[in-house]
């Protein structure tokens, strides 16, 4: 059996980031947590999450970015609300949940292999280059991008969709696709340096 | 200002350990108060209030021939009586003083020293001109009226009314319920001791039923409270019992003559798990031991078509009279207590608790009431279903410390639900869970209670359940209530299935509480707890002298507390009422008889009937004992006749000038 | 009753019969819906994963095309778009600095945000604006013998549901009650349904639609009511994967427009019956 040290120093520890956290939108309450738990009973995900809500809350508490970043919680978080509306401290849960996401997502610091930021970051850029989602288009370029033979077992799937003429090929777009990148342009200058 | 060349004043600021001086500069303060005109000595002192503080006024006095004096500190409500009596003890009149509250006022609610500090300084300066204005006055002493009401009659009034019933002070006991006892009555056991409830609240009910000086009245309410500590006038709702409690004897034979052959209304006192009749002893231990009638449900009451069969059994006591009515009584006393308790959250407003839409989901009430002897089913733990449980949960601050419904934590729960949780595996067997989020157990003995039940077997779950339901996601988990709860120590996910889910519920205030805190003149925390007048150093008072609070309506708390605090709310009456008297501010107002026109407006305004109306003279009679110096008169008076002693027009504009004069 | 519409891309992709079963449903009810005119992406919970700013901008270039083209509420029947733009409306009321920032970005399009117009969910529109009486006038063809479970979904009534209970919803149950259905009590009825995991983590997000699915059959339902494109594709598309992995759980899930439609005597082609995988062949039959 090896043996692993679990100790945790100073070291470890990113000073401000739990701060920083806090100061995202929806995310105020962050401090008042008395790890009761409720958020993790509720949800229905945490079941699968290799840490859970309330221990994410705990890290970034306590200033561990690197584990609060690298943790699969984050992206397992399908935004339900189950947490935030239980919480006893009316702690905005999910809000930090998106807080701890977007942070990821511009250090790209998620866990290698976890495909769901890949979907995040393809959503984003079909929207900004056209103003529309085209669901059928989105979901085969996440496949051949992160699991192609998932996209080649899902034929089935494909095949239903074909037969109850759903399966949409043409890429919608609006007609300002251009004035909005230029708006999200614009709002993102607005944004820069909010992130810890 | 006056000119008055005789004028010599002393001003101390005081420092306040660091209360004051860290915000405040005390020094300038004093430095720039011994410029102001009139001031012969200046000076700051750590704690003025200390005994060589006090000297310090007394010895300028006679060393400097002061006649006024000024000190800059805490609150009046705090330390006005001390300097005034330093003052006196100095041989000067003591109301030839004005205090200044740079604590409160100034240091504890600012950060910028320079700014405080010139605040300090226009309050100085207002004071030190009003001061100059002052005129001797005097105290006058009124009396108090020995007798005193208690308010409710749960084990916090029961024990403050037969404390000061001993004590050979007339008590009235008012009680809403037909019967005293309150929730105590209700407990199967007490923690941390597990003695019998009633065995130990049974001998205090009846003591109080037989007390010689205990006036009980249960089925009543307080009306409607006039008058000042050492003379209130209380009005009394006592409503219609439909039985006389004197002659009744609680034979019980009336209630076995009742036409409704079967109970079928449900008993309060059993939370709705048995039934009652329309006629009916509240339980088997009420004080006083005498049947109430329910006007909703007697037919006789509602209809007037009855055969009266209760009547018929009753015979020749003729306890029983149908035509009672509700009667408002007055009495007069010179304290009151207050001991109204608390109500229980209502579980329904956690809807994922699942309380009301499962049937073996219960609240800890509802247990205590199953496993009591005296309960609905004689002491026997049984499910619904008829089974006795198997697996057992208790869920702990259900109401509690979440600010989504009451964000305070109500100090009884984690004891409470330990000791259930013991009388279950004793009885039953049965494995017993506890989910909490922290145990509080800090009284005397209850660590080691918290001890016993690990000992026990009773096994704890650090987390707060998400939910209740009667989802089944594998076999063993079909038919059985599921709990979903984080064990935040071993850091995973659980699904626990029970069949027997108890919600240990919070404390709230009475839904009724802001009502009474109106009758009484008191305050409210924001949550809606009576306030104490100090939570530490007056834990019984209330901000309304001769008002006093005890047990659970203060906040929450278990039976020793309760009773702690209804033996020191008994004692602070009788130390009022032993006192003989009690000294009244001298700043009631005064008719300046000449200027008064007779137009009786001032009458009508005032609050404590103090104003009368001299028909020979034609003009308005202001009586110094009743009078309370709140002013209404004196700012209402058409032709400004009125004036109010330590509150003269001339002192109020002096202080507004200093204050504008620094600025 | 006239209202700004903004169907989102599900309702003109994988969830096109909730459109097409809304909006002669609506029509029969006397509610006009204007589709907004070149309305964008609500950025759903995607964009809210990376960017908090551009996601806010995304919802008020919505709100603000539809303030700028006349009074009235925005219809949302995407339970995503409805908390998105619910989510950017409470962002820009209540923080002033993300407010400005989404201003400016606005101004790029000539557009302003006032916030006026209120963004309502379908069901908060039929049983406030339309009423269950109405809704009941017009049933030609009950329901009857049809036990439904209804479900709600997370994202309508957390985290800031104005018109109906957090935990237990019953605006669609009314509904159904007033279509002669009988409505199965399920107590899942605001569970998460897996929501996107079903694709990028299949094996926790099939495991949150079967625990539905299979609660809803043990419920005895003969069918599964749904208001949210993604929740009636995630009950609907999986059933071969479902089974493979837990057994089978074969119950159709269809939009409550739908069931409204056939109710009200719609002809069944209008309403999109068709594009389900699993056929609801009890509600066809039944009338």
Partial sequence: MELGQKIKCEADRTAGFGKAIAAMPGCERLGSCIQCGACSGACPLSIYMDQSPRQVIALVRGDFKKQALSCNTIWLCSSCYACTVQCPREIGITDIMYALKQCAMSERAYPAGLSIPILARQFVRMVVRRGRITETRLVMRFFLQTNWKAAISSWRLGLNLIRTRRFGIRQQHIKQHLELAAMLAQAKNANAGGSP | MSNDESIRTGFYVCHCGHNISDVVDCTAVARYASTLAGVMVSRDYKYMCSSPGQELIRQDILEHKLNRVVVASCSPLLHEHTFRNAVAAGGLNPFLFQMVNIREHDAWVHADRAAATAKAQALVSAAIRRVALHKPLQATRAPIHPDVLVVGGGIAGIHAALTLANAGKKVYLVERQPSIGGHMAQFDKTFPTLDCAACILTPKMSAVRSHKNIVLWTYSEVAKVDGYVGNYTVTVRRKARYVDENLCVGCQECIDACVFKVPKFPDPFNLGMSMQKPIYIPFPQAVPQAAVIDPDRCIQLKTGKCKKTCVEACADRKAINLNQKEQLLEIKVGSIITATGFKLFDAKRLPEYGYGRYPDVMTTIELERLVSSSGPTGGELRLRSGKPPTAVGFILCVGSRDMRTNRWCSRTCCMHSMKLAQIVRERTGAQVTVFYIDIRAPGKGYEEFYDRSLQQGVQFVRGRVAEVSDCALSPDEAGKLVIRVEDTLAGFVRRVPLDLVVLAVGMEPQADAQEMRRILNMSCSAEGWFLEKHPKMAPVSTFTDGVFIAGCCQGPKDIPDSIAQAGAAAAEALALIDAGGIDQEPNTAYIRGEECSGCKSCISLCPYAAISFDAEKQKAVINPALCKGCGTCVASCPSGSIGQNLFEDQEVFEEINGVLDYV | ?287
């Avoid at chain 3, 909006?23 to 005119?37: W, Y």
């Avoid at chain 3, 270039?61 to 998105?84: F, K, T």
């Avoid at chain 3, 094996?203 to 949150?208: C, P, V």
């Avoid at chain 3, 059933?239 to 005597?265: C, E, K, N, S």
């Fill in chain 3, 1 to 287: 009753m006239r209202y700004h519409y903004f169907p989102g891309c599900s309702l003109k992709g994988l969830g096109r019969a909730y459109d097409e079963s809304l909006r002669p449903v609506m029509e029969r009810l006397g509610v006009e819906l204007a589709e907004i005119d070149d309305w964008n992406c609500c950025g759903a919970t995607a964009y809210m994963s990376t960017d908090h700013c551009n996601a806010c901008a995304l919802g008020a270039r919505n709100i603000a095309i539809a303030e700028s083209s006349g009074p009235g509420d925005i219809v949302a029947p995407c339970n995503a778009c409805y908390l998105a733009l619910n989510k950017t409306r409470n962002c820009l009321a209540g923080d002033s600095a993300t407010r400005a920032a989404v201003q400016k970005a606005l101004a790029v399009a000539k557009l302003t945000y006032t916030g006026t117009a209120a963004v309502r969910h379908p069901l908060e529109v039929l049983v406030y604006d339309v009423g269950i009486n109405v809704i009941k006038r017009n049933v030609v063809r009950p329901l009857k013998d049809l036990k439904i479970a209804p479900y709600y979904g997370c994202q309508l009534v957390r985290p800031h549901c104005s018109f109906d209970d957090q935990w237990n919803p019953t605006a669609m149950d009314r509904i159904l009650t007033a279509l002669g259905a009988r409505v199965v009590d399920f107590p899942l009825k605001t569970r998460c349904c897996g929501g996107s995991l079903t694709g990028t983590a299949p094996e926790a997000g099939l495991r949150l639609t079967h625990i539905i699915l299979g609660e809803a059959q043990r419920r005895g339902a003969d069918l599964i009511a749904t208001i949210c494109p993604l929740c009636q594709f995630n009950l609907d598309s999986y059933h071969d994967q479902i089974a493979r992995r837990w057994g089978p759980a074969r119950i159709p899930a269809v939009y409550i427009t739908q069931l409204m439609g056939m109710a009200f005597g719609l002809p069944t082609e209008q309403l999109g019956l068709k594009r389900n995988f699993l056929p609801a062949d009890k509600l066809l039959a039944a009338t």
